[in-house]
């Protein structure tokens, strides 16, 4: 008798099947769902609707852990831009991930989701939550009027955030405390999860082994993007040029890498052309999840507020970060770091571009940096 004769031979309502293909336990155990000790019943579904910007995609993943803890047949689904989803693969605690896709609206409206979670305040992703099959929905919504708005009151507080920048500037917590409580939970510390395969990590060893990056005893990075909504964010190439010097001089054997995207394709040679030798360039067509296993290298990585700031803190990684236009209350960096200021706060808060003759960036002293990035240094390897 063949094995799929009878009616009952899959279990749909388990984590590992889709229908699409073969699930990895028959890939990789040949089991069949009759008998199948894998088997994983799920007993309820948790939509995650967080588009972008990277970054905070990113951060968010701190909250699927609290999702999962004390409810092990809980299934998360997660949809985000398709141009973010790379840095979500891997993801243990992510079931099933989409990116926005001509057939996801009939996905959201055939599968019955026990609550859905929008943290974005866009009309895209409130509009994604109102095609979801779920009688619980949370977080930003639209309004008959097609205007975003709060679902409940402890959205109203980020709500406010992103619509007034007077209440955005007094802000002093952080981003996962208000992600949190939009979900539900209380922020204990939880951290984002970056999750690199043995491949990508090999991949990253070779760069380092071809480089000869074994004849340093430490490694800093400098990452030199801003990202392209807020390109006031980025500090001087002066800057980042003064601080390599200095570094190699206090530090001669310390290593310097230059990290950047496809923004910084002609400022990362320019870079590199007045250093001349003292750092190392680690390209700007690198894929996401290629950069991000690169920013692996660093002991301690120089940036500002910006997808390489997150990576770094999913990773582990020590961080100088220094911040101008945007807020530094809301970057928790979870005891590995510290943050630079500059020595007046800004007064074109979350501007694209300033209206100052000396900008907050300029105002961010050398010395600072140079003085962070030391203690830093000396942290490496602590707990």
């Known amino acids: 008798m063949s ?37 994983e019943k799920v007993e309820e579904r948790v939509l995650i609707i967080k588009l972008d910007a990277a970054g905070d995609v990113l951060r968010s993943t701190s909250i ?39 057939a996801l609206p009939g996905l959201l409206s055939a599968t019955s989701f026990h609550r859905a979670f929008n943290f974005d305040m866009g009309r895209k992703a409130a509009a994604i939550l109102a095609m979801a099959n779920s009688r619980v929905k949370k977080g930003f919504g639209l309004s008959e009027e097609g205007a975003v708005v709060p679902l409940e009151p402890a959205a109203e507080e980020w709500f406010g955030m992103g619509i007034f920048d007077t209440v955005k500037r007094a802000n002093q917590k952080t981003y996962q405390y208000h992600l949190f409580r939009i979900g539900g939970l209380t922020y204990r510390g939880e951290e984002p999860q970056l999750v690199l395969t043995d491949k990508e990590r090999a991949w990253a060893g070779n760069f380092a082994q071809k480089n000869k990056l074994s004849r340093f005893k430490k490694i800093v990075g400098f990452n030199i993007g801003s990202g392209g909504r807020w390109p006031m964010k980025r500090w001087r190439l002066d800057g980042f040029e003064w601080l390599a010097k200095q570094l190699k001089k206090k530090h001669p054997q310390t290593g310097v890498l230059l990290y ?22 680690t390209g700007t067509e690198n894929t996401l999840r290629q950069f991000a296993s690169l920013v692996g290298l660093a002991d301690v990585l120089v940036t500002g507020d910006t997808l390489a700031l997150h990576v770094a803190v999913a990773l582990g990684k020590r961080l100088v970060a220094y911040f101008g236009p945007t807020s530094d209350a809301e970057i928790d960096l979870y005891g590995r770091g510290e943050k630079v200021l500059p020595v007046r706060p800004c007064q074109c808060y979350y501007q694209n571009q300033c209206t100052q003759k000396v900008s907050c960036m300029d105002n961010l002293k050398e010395k600072d940096v140079l003085a962070a990035v030391e203690r830093q240094l000396l942290a490496v390897g602590r707990p």
């Open 260 to 281: 950047g995207g496809p923004e910084e394709r002609e400022l990362m040679p320019a870079l590199a052309k007045k250093l001349k030798g003292l750092c190392l360039p």
């Open 64 to 102: 699927l852990p609290a999702f999962k803890k004390g409810n092990p047949r809980l299934s998360v689904w997660w949809v985000t831009e398709n141009s973010s989803k790379p840095l979500l693969e891997k993801n243990p605690h992510i079931d099933v991930l989409w990116g926005v896709d001509p």
């Open 3 to 39: 094995p799929v004769s009878s009616a009952n031979f899959y279990r749909q309502d388990c984590r590992h099947f889709t229908g699409e293909k073969p699930c990895v336990p028959h890939k990789t155990e040949g089991v069949l769902c009759r008998d199948c000790p894998r088997y």
